[in-house]
């Protein structure tokens, strides 16, 4: 096999160069040929001219100044899911990752995402290597996934992680999904329960107050005491609704400026993992993410301290972050991972011992996958025990609140009619 230089244009019209191996000129344009590109010079290494070696390297110079064309805009996890699929299926088929990259671009509906993928293909062009292309949209694509193409890179196995990355991100995403189900139905809830309250206690209340102070001798006074204190709530929230839209939306905008200091996250995401019935499933899927991540890139090649750096910003709890960098510095000092996770009191004892188990079989990667699936199911579990348990509970709470202001409204009348019945 010879090397060979050529100079070719890709689908787009846009000249390219590089060298091929080939067994002769004509292998060479056919190679060039089922990579997507249409070569307009080939030649055995060092015989192309010098004049057309420099235009090449100044249109190559020229398309790298233009710098990658940076997209505006969120991507949703969902959709880079389904370009990793499809573009780990377009690699394992045999298509060049430019050409799939091209490919995708063309065919991607959503405009955020066909931009960063257009952008992606002319980095690759141009020469960068596809996690240094992914590298220039840190806002799109994290450590995690740009290590993983890396190491996959390095090894040769581009398919094979990005296949990998797909399944992570399905199963990442599913778990989101059942923890966001599972906290959406009691915020529904309250906010529905808040809203009657709130109706209640400032138009239907006052019209009542103002039949019952007509119709009970000796007005508020005489009035029964559940009564009085609805009314008087009623009259607090009227008069003072503003303030007290004013001090809920000041509490809000405090708690997410008080989170986005170092001390007030840290603060916040240990309560989070303490709150009852929705702390344990908060932890569980902590945990979940934690093995699931870190098994990933240490099963795709990467080194373990650069796994564990990787899963430490992508644990997306500050408690959970501090552990793990324990974990790391502890593994760096060629120390096991079993010590550090036990004192952190977070991970399950259940964890420990498979990841013990896992370092002394030399399959700690597997094992930790394992932990993931493991922990997937228990948060499935969890989300559907804590749905069934939380929508008895917030009705009778409703019930409850609607009941007592009900109650209040009727004690007087039933007062009223008794007297009118003697």
Same mark, same amino acid.
């Given at each position: 096999?010879?090397?060979?230089?050529?100079?070719?244009?890709?689908?787009?019209?846009?000249?390219?160069?590089?060298? #091929?191996?080939?067994?002769?000129?004509?292998?060479?344009?056919?190679?060039?040929? +089922?990579?997507?590109?249409?070569?307009?010079?080939?030649?055995?290494?060092?015989?192309?001219?010098?004049?057309?070696?420099?235009?090449?390297?100044?249109?190559?110079?020229?398309?790298?100044?233009?710098?990658?064309?940076?997209? $505006?805009? $969120?991507?949703?996890?969902?959709? /880079?899911?389904?370009?990793?699929?499809?573009?780990?299926?377009?690699?394992?088929?045999?298509?060049?990752?430019?050409?799939?990259?091209? #490919?995708?671009?063309?065919?991607?509906?959503?405009?955020?995402?066909?931009?960063? @993928?257009?952008?992606?293909?002319?980095?690759?062009?141009?020469?960068?290597?596809?996690?240094?292309?992914?590298?220039?949209?840190?806002?799109?694509?994290?450590? =995690?996934?740009?290590?993983? #193409?890396?190491?996959? &890179?390095?090894?040769? *196995? =581009?398919?094979? *992680?990005?296949?990998?990355?797909?399944?992570?991100?399905?199963?990442?995403?599913?778990?989101?999904?059942?923890? @966001?189900?599972?906290?959406?139905?009691?915020?529904?809830?309250?906010?529905?329960?808040?809203?009657?309250? *709130?109706?209640?206690?400032?138009?239907?209340?006052?019209?009542?107050?103002?039949?019952? &102070?007509?119709?009970?001798?000796? +007005?508020?006074?005489?009035?029964?005491?559940?009564?009085?204190?609805?009314?008087?709530?009623?009259?607090?929230?009227?008069?003072?609704?503003?303030?007290?839209?004013?001090?809920?939306?000041?509490?809000?905008? +405090?708690?997410?400026?008080?989170?986005?200091?170092?001390?007030?996250?840290?603060?916040?995401?240990?309560?989070? =993992?303490?709150?009852?019935?929705? +702390?344990?499933?908060?932890?569980?899927?902590? !945990?979940?993410?934690?093995?699931?991540?870190?098994?990933?890139?240490?099963?795709?090649?990467?080194?373990? /301290?650069?796994?564990?750096?990787?899963?430490?910003?992508?644990?997306?709890?500050?408690?959970?972050?501090?552990?793990?960098?324990?974990?790391?510095?502890? !593994?760096?000092?060629?120390?096991?991972?079993?010590?550090?996770?036990?004192?952190? $009191?977070?991970?399950?004892?259940?964890?420990?011992?498979?990841?013990?188990?896992?370092?002394?079989?030399?399959?700690?990667?597997?094992?930790?996958?394992?932990?993931?699936? !493991?922990?997937?199911? &228990?948060?499935?579990?969890?989300?559907?025990?804590?749905?069934?348990? /939380?929508?008895?509970?917030?009705?009778?709470?409703?019930?409850?609140?609607?009941? !007592?202001?009900?109650?209040? /409204?009727?004690?007087?009348?039933?007062?009223?009619?008794? $007297?009118?019945?003697?």
């Amino acid at each position: 096999m010879a090397k060979f230089e050529y100079i070719a244009l890709n689908a787009k019209g846009e000249e390219t160069a590089g060298t #091929v191996d080939a067994g002769n000129r004509d292998d060479a344009s056919a190679k060039l040929k +089922g990579m997507g590109l249409f070569p307009t010079q080939v030649a055995p290494e060092g015989q192309l001219t010098a004049a057309v070696k420099q235009k090449s390297k100044i249109a190559k110079r020229r398309q790298a100044s233009k710098g990658p064309k940076k997209a $505006k805009g $969120k991507i949703k996890g969902k959709n /880079l899911m389904i370009f990793t699929r499809q573009l780990a299926t377009l690699i394992d088929s045999g298509l060049p990752l430019l050409r799939g990259l091209t #490919v995708l671009g063309n065919q991607e509906p959503n405009p955020v995402l066909r931009s960063t @993928v257009n952008s992606l293909a002319d980095s690759v062009q141009t020469g960068s290597t596809f996690s240094e292309s992914l590298a220039q949209h840190p806002k799109i694509f994290n450590k =995690l996934y740009v290590n993983m #193409v890396k190491a996959g &890179e390095l090894g040769g *196995v =581009l398919e094979l *992680v990005l296949n990998r990355l797909a399944e992570y991100q399905e199963k990442a995403q599913k778990l989101k999904n059942k923890i @966001v189900s599972a906290m959406t139905y009691p915020v529904i809830v309250v906010v529905i329960a808040m809203g009657i309250v *709130v109706f209640l206690l400032t138009y239907i209340v006052p019209k009542f107050t103002d039949i019952f &102070e007509s119709m009970v001798s000796g +007005g508020k006074d005489a009035m029964p005491a559940l009564t009085k204190a609805v009314i008087g709530a009623s009259d607090f929230v009227k008069g003072n609704l503003h303030i007290i839209l004013g001090a809920g939306a000041g509490l809000w905008f +405090g708690s997410k400026a008080y989170a986005a200091t170092k001390g007030g996250r840290r603060t916040i995401d240990k309560l989070v =993992l303490k709150i009852p019935l929705f +702390g344990s499933v908060l932890l569980k899927s902590s !945990v979940a993410r934690f093995s699931r991540t870190l098994g990933t890139l240490v099963t795709s090649g990467v080194p373990i /301290l650069q796994a564990l750096n990787i899963t430490r910003d992508t644990a997306g709890n500050q408690t959970v972050s501090e552990a793990i960098m324990k974990i790391h510095d502890a !593994v760096k000092e060629g120390e096991s991972m079993v010590a550090p996770m036990t004192a952190s $009191k977070i991970f399950p004892a259940m964890v420990i011992s498979m990841v013990e188990v896992g370092e002394e079989t030399g399959q700690l990667p597997e094992m930790l996958l394992k932990i993931a699936d !493991v922990y997937d199911d &228990e948060v499935d579990n969890s989300v559907t025990a804590l749905t069934s348990l /939380l929508e008895p509970i917030m009705i009778v709470v409703l019930a409850v609140i609607v009941a !007592v202001i009900v109650l209040a /409204l009727f004690q007087p009348l039933i007062t009223v009619i008794t $007297k009118f019945q003697a």
